[in-house]
């Protein structure tokens, strides 16, 4: 159990709803045993009051008193289990929903290394497959368990009183039962994972052809994934019929041994009845008693399954919970009051496994700056400009914000000072003006929105659209072209009104004049603004006060556009490699 102390400490957090679905689970029970009592005792009675002759009208009266009574206790019995059911799986249910947000929250806490490490499929699986399966252990699981350790005894203790020697008979082919249960649940439990395994196949394959479609299609490759397709769904075919072998044969096993218990109180039970020995109502009490006990019998079974299932689940999440965040809040963080986006780096190296991916870099940007960053492709510009926002561990003493080391910086701060762009940015199934307006707790005015979207040019872009700003895209919308994506992603930032923005190559995709228009307008409106940008295309950094070169994680040239030039080196060939492209480009 201790590895569920997460849960019990969540359950424990709802005692007073517990305590009262316990209360109602003991009412209920205590009705359960009893209300057959009752009925086993009115039939006693009519029994002997027909041997006696009783007059009929004293036997009516008692009947109906008794009938009153069950009708009484049935309904107070419903209402009770209701109340149980409504309370205990209710805290379950609360229960999951906050290990399900404890989770999230922790998820998101974690870097971006961990998500390439981990397939998306796999963590959505310990979210929800595995949450559940110990939501049903600990929830409904031992709400059965309970109620069924308060039945047995009790039922057992008053079939023990009317006919101790029927009541061993009984018990023998639930036993049997109890026991062939054990032998089959492994072989059970095996094929149905065999079957889950084999339906993930399926979807997995599915999915991937429908995301990959255009590769496919491509490559004419249709035929194939169809007999792909249709050798997993034989397997999975298979194995359903398997596991359908194996449960056809556990409910054969199951009602076989209820009819041979009946069978057994019916032929003892009526000799009895027949010598005079035993009452009627004492067979009646048998029938229904086992008929009662079947099922949590069964249930029993069932929960030693769902404990390994619920088991395995929870470790995985535990294994979730164990990974601590690469990038924490600072224990001592130091007083940030307003921030003014100077930035330094100062002889940072830095390194995600193995070789440095950045080495010894100096960079000193003053607020209001523009520093342009180039470099040939893997040179290491992406994972200089995230080092700013401590998506990767930064070491200490390294890198500074307004003379501030950035690890003492609290990270909400530093993250929100900064209007990151990446590469390749990610939009939301929703409409574009969300997108823009994303993470805001007080949404931004409709002509805050509007002219960040012009900012970032997609002026002409919404005018086309019929929806304009409330087009909505994604799955169930429209697909923006990659040059529009990444223009809504600048707007995102700007709407942000931050004191650094970073475009990651986020004008890529967009032609050389779009983008002419774009940084012009960048350059009028963030005045005071520190602004990086990191460019495959020259044209993009032509401006910026400094421009230095990467080169395999080492700043290899510095200097502003016309000083590069003069520097024959990298910068100024690549400059007039791309300046003939363009022409050539605009001579087509
Ligand atoms: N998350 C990561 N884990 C391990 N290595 C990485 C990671 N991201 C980048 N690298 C490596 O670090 C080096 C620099 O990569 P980076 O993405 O910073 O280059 P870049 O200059 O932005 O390239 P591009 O022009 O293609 O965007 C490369 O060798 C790359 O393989
Ligand atoms: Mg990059």
């Not at 930032?493 to 004049?513: F, N, W």
Request: proline fraction near 4%; hydrophobic fraction near 45%; aromatic fraction near 8%.
């Amino acid at each position: 159990m201790r590895r569920f102390r997460r849960c019990l400490r969540a359950f424990a957090r709802h005692k007073g709803e517990l305590i009262a679905g316990a209360g109602c689970l003991v009412v209920a029970s205590a009705l359960d045993v009893g209300i057959p009592l009752l009925v086993a005792r009115g039939l006693n009675r009519l029994e002997a009051a027909v041997r006696a002759a009783e007059p009929l009208a004293v036997s009516r009266d008692f009947l109906f008193f008794t009938v009153g009574a069950i009708v009484l206790g049935t309904a107070l019995k419903g209402i009770f289990r209701y109340g149980q059911r409504y309370l205990l799986i209710g805290v379950s249910r609360k229960v999951e929903a906050d290990l399900k947000r404890d989770l999230f929250a922790h998820l998101t806490s974690l870097s971006p290394r961990f998500f390439a490490a981990s397939r998306t499929g796999d963590l959505l699986s310990r979210a929800t497959g595995d949450l559940e399966a110990v939501r049903l252990f600990l929830g409904p699981g031992s709400m059965y368990a309970a109620s069924t350790l308060l039945l047995v005894p009790a039922a057992l203790a008053a079939m023990v009183h009317f006919h101790p020697l029927l009541t061993a008979l009984v018990l023998l082919p639930l036993g049997a039962l109890a026991f062939s249960m054990k032998a089959i649940m492994p072989t059970l439990n095996r094929r149905s994972e065999s079957v889950q395994a084999a339906l993930a196949e399926i979807s997995e394959r599915a999915q991937e052809n429908f995301s990959g479609v255009r590769v496919v299609k491509g490559l004419a490759r249709e035929e194939w994934e169809t007999r792909r397709f249709a050798s997993s769904s034989d397997v999975y075919r298979r194995h359903q019929l398997s596991l359908g072998t194996a449960r056809a044969l556990n409910h054969t096993l199951l009602y076989a041994s209820k009819d041979v218990a009946f069978l057994l109180i019916l032929l003892i039970g009526g000799l009895g009845l027949l010598r005079g020995s035993f009452p009627v109502g004492g067979i009646y009490l048998f029938l229904d008693y086992v008929n009662r006990l079947f099922w949590p019998l069964i249930a029993l079974g069932w929960m030693a399954g769902m404990y390994h299932r619920a088991a395995a689940g929870m470790d995985r999440v535990e294994e979730i919970f164990a990974t601590r965040p690469e990038v924490e809040d600072p224990r001592e963080p130091a007083a940030v009051d307003s921030i003014r986006g100077g930035v330094e780096f100062r002889d940072l190296t830095f390194a995600y496994d193995g070789e440095p991916a950045l080495k010894g870099i100096r960079l000193r940007a003053e607020p209001g700056q523009v520093i342009g960053i180039a470099g040939r492709i893997g040179s290491g510009k992406t994972t200089l400009v995230s080092l700013l926002g401590r998506l990767f561990p930064v070491p200490d003493g390294t890198v500074f914000l307004d003379g501030t080391d950035l690890n003492r910086i609290p990270l909400r701060r530093l993250r929100e000072s900064i209007g990151f762009v990446p590469q390749d940015s990610f939009l939301f199934s929703e409409t574009i003006r969300e997108n823009l307006a994303f993470g805001f707790d007080d949404l931004p005015t409709a002509e805050a929105v509007a002219r960040a979207a012009e900012a970032a040019g997609l002026g002409p872009d919404l005018a086309a659209l019929p929806q304009g700003l409330d087009t909505l895209l994604g799955e169930r919308g429209v697909t923006l072209s990659g040059g529009q994506r990444q223009r809504v992603a600048i707007g995102r930032a700007l709407l942000q009104d931050p004191r650094i923005l970073v475009l990651d190559d986020a004008l890529s995709a967009v032609d050389t004049e779009t983008e002419a228009g774009i940084l012009e307008r960048l350059r009028r409106g963030s005045r005071g603004r520190t602004v990086f940008l990191v460019a495959q295309r020259l044209s993009a950094v032509e401006f910026a006060d400094r421009i230095v070169v990467l080169d395999a994680g080492r700043i290899v040239e510095e200097g502003t556009h016309a000083e590069l030039l003069l520097k024959e080196g990298w910068y100024a060939r690549t400059w007039r490699r791309q300046r003939v492209e363009g022409e050539l480009e605009s001579l087509r």
